[in-house]
DNA sequence: GCAATTTACTTTTTT
DNA sequence: AGTAAATTGC
């Protein structure tokens, strides 16, 4: 039997709770996570087989955290588990019962990206204008719609407004053009399962016999379809729990429904509710913080979270003067952090709203000799080179792929050019087949030049060859051989600049990857392999082994924690976001801003500037109205001396320039020097003993300093190797 | 059909 | 300001 004994009592009939539905409303630090681990081992020991434990998380990093925290409590019998995300699950799934919907199991999954590149090539050959409707929008719309569930016997035209009549013509030939490809997109690996389990009974059946435990991990940030497969997947026993925090909802704009977490009971009437409402993660000064903000929210639980924590520093609210000056700020309270020893970089987190506003402390940081680490932004796998690779060995396994298709036809330049697709794009659609098999229909048709009939065709034999041979068990030496034959690499190689090696490099990782993904998972295909990295998230890659102080976004630090947090740039506009012509759900945005604080266990700064750079102009900021919310009996508010002149210049910022700049990053690194140097400082050295410090440069591990010692020595030293010791 | 230059667009957040 | 797309010139 599982151990218990470091359970509160909520915590503890959470895990044992095990029959009938059980919502467990669980705060910010209450130990969510830990009840999830404890509930799948505790099922697992009480002798329930781990294959018929269904357990959905969010990321894949936190399914594959919590599945090692089992496997310490239950051992091996942990890989049984059905545990991952909701769209890694179901694809999974999918690829067994594909042929029941008229897939194969080589179906190719389309990102955001792909998916609007199906919609530009729609409305080129609907001849409707981007600058009517963005295809970027219409994507967007189009997901709405279907992981609302809403189709068009249901409110589809209301849902697409004014202009529905195009909408739902671009709509229908998306999914028609979809299902040709044999592709599904995101949201498709939801409605998919459902469609199958509505028209086939006797598999849905399978499935509700198989998951007789469910867990739902962040179920306040499941969407409709979702919601939808769980009700169908319960069965008769209805053993769910679902656990979650209405407060930390932040994925409203991706179809996400609070009100799955808020009406659960009335969904399961029987339902055991549980609320975890200690907190151990924050100090007391930190919860205070959040709490005096989030209590503004009108739509939620409400709820006590406390701690017995201590009460902690206070949280510092930091006035700068723009972006370079916070960037600037947080990296000398990040070295003065990290010199007293205490702290190590990995314990230390950056948090901003936008991916955007990572650029600057990159800078500042690299410069500092900080070491960090960026989550998210521009992802490996979404890299130009590689999605190319990807694009082939897509096509390989699915040669109806037409998005893939179009990608490579004519990379490396073949002699495939505009005409001559868009004229196998007409053979393609009098046929209803996809580009890849109508190639041999072009190359019978009279009126195509020999020239051109040569390069299709030699592209074709070239796939056609590699096809079946793809399927091999090692596919990684078929692709070795395939990518030599296509000599993209030596394209990369020859272009010879900078960012031809980096691309190069790129490639050569990529088949480093999938050379380990071969060889741990022996009994997995290619399609694995193109399948999970599909499904991967910019989280997910992160391995918190590095030590390095982590940037990333609000949205990616969810479930984390960090001895210290830096929440920047909270300015109204940017934390709540406001983008022209849009409404901001202040709601949500006070919700994001709550997950950013609650990350923090010990410390906590929140950053804003007063002028922010946007798209090359400086606009003035305001500071954000949660800085206002604010309980001030737990902050202190100071500003940085850049923003003081600011202050007192009133208004006068442009006067500011790269002296003032110099000057005062001068006195600042003075002030935020590792042992508190300055001019005038004795110090005690080692070997030299005593002397006084005439002349300081840099700061961090780049410190220099001049000492002039007793004996009338002047001493160059770097600060990092010279160990002084300051006696005044 | 490709390279060089000009223009347009970007900054929400992501499976 | 930085990047991707579009247009021009060869």
Request: aromatic share 10%; glycine share 4%; with cysteine.
């Amino acid at each position: 039997m599982i151990n218990l004994d470091n359970l509160n009592p909520q915590q503890r009939e959470a895990v044992t709770t095990t029959e009938g539905p059980v919502l467990v409303v669980a705060g910010a630090g209450s130990g969510k996570t830990l009840v999830l681990t404890y509930r799948i081992a505790y099922l697992i020991s009480l002798g329930i087989s781990p294959s018929s434990i269904l357990a959905l998380t969010f990321t894949n990093k936190a399914a594959s955290e919590m599945k090692e925290r089992i496997r310490k409590l239950v051992g091996k019998s942990a890989d049984y588990i059905f545990m991952g995300t909701f769209h890694s699950i179901f694809a999974r799934i999918l690829r067994h019962e594909a042929h029941l919907i008229g897939y194969t199991k080589e179906y190719s999954i389309y990102d955001t990206d792909e998916s609007e590149n199906v919609i530009k090539g729609i409305m080129k050959d609907f001849n409707i204008s981007e600058n009517h409707f963005s295809p970027r929008f219409i994507q967007s719309v189009i997901s709405k719609a279907k992981n609302k569930l809403i189709s068009k016997e249901n409110g589809l035209e209301k849902f697409f407004g004014v202009y529905n009549k195009k909408l739902i013509e671009i709509y229908e030939e998306y999914i028609r053009r979809l299902k040709n490809s044999n592709a599904m997109d995101f949201d498709d690996l939801l409605i998919k399962p459902i469609e199958l389990f509505s028209s086939n009974k006797e598999i849905l059946e399978k499935y509700r016999e198989r998951f007789n435990y469910i867990l739902v991990d962040e179920y306040q940030d499941t969407n409709t379809a979702q919601y939808y497969l769980l009700k169908m997947l319960i069965n008769e026993n209805k053993n769910i729990c679902c656990v979650g925090d209405d407060a930390q909802s932040i994925y409203k704009w991706r179809g996400a429904e609070v009100r799955n977490i808020l009406e659960f009971n009335k969904d399961f009437p029987e339902t055991k509710i549980v609320r975890l409402e200690q907190n151990y993660r924050s100090t007391k000064s930190i919860l205070a913080v959040a709490d005096s903000v989030i209590k503004n929210n009108v739509y939620q639980i409400p709820k006590t979270l406390w701690t017995s924590n201590e009460e902690g520093d206070k949280v510092n609210i930091i006035v700068c003067f723009d972006e370079r000056d916070e960037a600037n700020l947080v990296a000398r309270k990040i070295t003065a952090l990290i010199s007293t020893g205490k702290i190590r970089p990995r314990d230390i987190a950056v948090l901003y709203r936008t991916n955007s506003q990572s650029r600057n402390f990159e800078e500042t940081f690299l410069r500092s000799s900080i070491p960090y680490i960026i989550v998210g932004g521009i992802e490996f796998y979404k890299r130009k080179e590689v999605k190319d690779i990807l694009a082939y060995l897509k096509l390989l396994v699915n040669p109806k792929d037409d998005e893939s298709f179009l990608r490579i036809v004519n990379f490396p330049a073949r002699g495939i050019g505009d005409v001559s697709i868009e004229n196998l794009k007409l053979i393609a659609n009098r046929n209803e087949k996809s580009l890849f098999h109508s190639i041999p229909d072009l190359v019978e048709d009279k009126d195509v030049s020999e020239r051109i009939k040569k390069n299709f065709q030699s592209f074709y034999n070239l796939i056609s060859k590699y096809l079946t041979l793809v399927h091999q068990k090692n596919y990684y030496e078929v692709i070795k051989s395939f990518i030599d034959e296509i000599k993209i690499l030596q394209v990369f190689k020859e272009e010879g600049t900078e960012d031809g090696i980096q691309r190069y490099e790129n490639i050569i990782q990529l088949f480093n990857s999938i050379q380990e993904f071969q060889v741990n998972n022996p009994d997995k295909s290619l399609t694995d392999y193109l399948s999970e990295i599909s499904l991967i998230a910019d989280i997910d890659n992160w391995e918190d082994r590095k030590n390095s102080v982590v940037l990333m976004t609000l949205h990616a630090a969810k479930g984390l924690e960090f001895k210290v947090v830096f929440l920047v740039g909270c300015e109204e506009g940017l934390l709540p976001l406001k983008r022209d012509g849009d409404v901001e759900d202040i709601e949500e945005e006070r919700r994001l801003f709550y997950v950013g604080c609650t990350r923090a266990m010990k410390q906590l700064y929140l950053t804003y500037a007063r002028n922010r750079n946007r798209f090359g102009n400086s606009y003035p900021q305001v500071q954000s109205r949660f800085l206002d919310e604010i309980d001030k009996n737990h902050v202190i508010v100071e500003a940085t001396p850049l923003a003081e002149i600011y202050l007192k210049k009133n208004n006068n910022y442009r006067t500011i320039i790269e002296d003032d700049y110099n000057q005062i990053e001068e006195i600042e690194r003075i002030n935020y020097s590792s042992l508190n140097l300055k001019p005038g400082s004795i110090v005690q050295h080692d070997v030299f003993g005593k002397g006084r410090v005439i002349y300081l440069e840099g700061y961090g591990d780049h410190q220099k300093v001049i000492v002039e010692f007793k004996s009338g020595i002047k001493k160059h030293l770097m600060v990092k190797y010279a160990n002084l010791k300051v006696i005044k």
